[in-house]
């Protein structure tokens, strides 16, 4: 039998599905497969939580599937590595066309994909891969992107005919040797702290933002624990592909009128900009996963600590909001962009570790895990790129402006919830009969500070600069803006949406 197979990666959905729909209009019968492979599931940036979100998103496309076809498991789920998978299917099925979305993922899946290319022209199999959001494959520059972005976005979403589909439930015998080993029991198992996974809960979140929680967006978003609310918590649900970029912007279109607040909304699209921005980066040059993307900083000076990126990882720095927001992210998955700028800094210019020696773990950690995102993102925040302004933040001021009361610190770091909030923030100040009259004692009960922030902070910058003023930190910089940036293109983009917006709010008044 010719069959046709959708391979489904981070684009775990029914609406706006292009591989999808391509899939089914050519009308031959259908298989669509997800593959849980070992080596990805062992690999350094992966973790449960992560699987765990698939496999909520697997049912969820199942149940959607079934209730407008009465196809039940149409997502047929492997547990091996894909090149296997194809192998053991080829066996039983001649394969015509294979369906899937574009992948800027990690080494691996990189890697993954080369293999997979050989093979399918190999077999006379033809591969059609679709393009993922904004980004744009086989650039050398970024000459027109954004334009090119916007012009993307404002294409109509693609619907499936789920009723056409011809489905092909795979035999018992075949499905048993293509899952192998089952799923372990934290990945099959729901977790109440998590953001659970599906389409549907997508929609759910984003509805529940453009009618009226983005009205503190603008207000919330950099505040530990209002955030929390105020932000859309859509990221894990565009990393995973329960929904499409596309679709976000297309129902703010359908339902600006009714919108809340009209500039939240901008600020909020202008960051669905970056999040396509930086997984270009990251699709032109890979190596940000392992190496300084500005080679000069190579140079610098770090020693790793193992003692010092334990207290880090644990929450066991003896800074506060340093200490909660790592407790909160390990617990939770999520954390808000500038306390996630803020524990990458206070890693890297206070505990002047290398960036390689947290990012694994902080992807692990990473409900919204997207590698597009987090490698640039991180070494933007160590300052390796050498095209940024240097950022260190302090983080006992990141604490009095955004958790003044102690809130998130207290709710996170249990030790200090006795304390008043400025003891809370700063405990080193207590004095021995503070700390008796609150029943608290500093050292004992809640680490001591492991570094001077101030100090390393002082390094970090002195360190810094001496790179950038070398000639390779220079010529790699130059290098990087020509490949990364195009500032005619920004200035296009941003003069672009500045006129859509203030049309908007004119229409709207």
Known sequence: MQVNIVWLKRDIRWRDQEALHAAIETGKPLIIIYFFEPELIANHDAAPRHWRFVYQSIADLNRTIFNQTGFEKAVQMAYCDVLTG??????????????????????????????????????????????????????KNRQDWSLQFDERMAEPEVFPDLKKARFIALPNQLLETLQGNSLEKEIVSSHENFQPGGEKWAWRYLNSFL????????????????????????????????ISMRSLFQEMKRNYATIPNKRALSNWRSRLYWHCHFIQKFEMESRYEFENINRAFDLLPHKKNDNHIQAWQSG?????????CMRCVVATGYLNFRMRAMVVSFLTHNL?????????????????????????????????TGTNTLRIYNVVKQAEEHDPEAVFIKKWVPELEKL?????????????????MYGFSYGKDYPLRIVDHEETARTAK?????????????????????????LSDKRAHRSKSDIELKTKLRNDA
């Not at 050989?118 to 077999?123: G, I, L």
């Not at 009205?215 to 624990?225: A, C, L, R, T, V």
């Not at 008043?420 to 008796?436: D, G, R």
């Not at 950038?468 to 803006?481: D, N, Q």
């Open 86 to 139: 194809f192998e053991i299917i080829s066996q039983r099925y001649a394969i015509s066309q294979v369906y899937s979305y574009q992948e800027s993922g990690n080494a691996l899946s990189y890697r993954r994909d080369k293999i997979m290319k050989k093979w399918f022209s190999d077999k006379n199999i033809e591969w059609i891969e679709m393009q993922t959001n904004g980004v744009q494959r086989g650039r």
């Open 211 to 242: 009618n009226n929680r983005v009205k503190n967006y603008s207000k919330g978003i950099s505040k530990p624990e209002e955030s929390r609310s105020s932000c859309s918590r859509l990221s894990p649900y565009l990393a995973w592909g329960n």
């Open 316 to 324: 066991q720095t003896g800074f506060p909001l340093v200490d909660a």
């Open 352 to 384: 002047l570790q290398p960036w390689q020696s947290g990012a694994s773990f902080l992807a692990k950690q990473f409900l919204d895990y997207e590698p597009g995102i987090h490698f640039p993102q991180f070494q933007m925040q160590a300052g390796t």
């Open 420 to 436: 008043p909030a400025h003891f809370a923030i700063k405990p080193w100040e207590m004095t021995p009969l503070e700390q008796v």
């Open 462 to 486: 002195v360190n810094w600069a001496k790179i950038m003023k070398t000639e390779i930190a220079k010529s790699e910089a130059k290098r990087i803006l020509h490949t990364h940036v195009h």
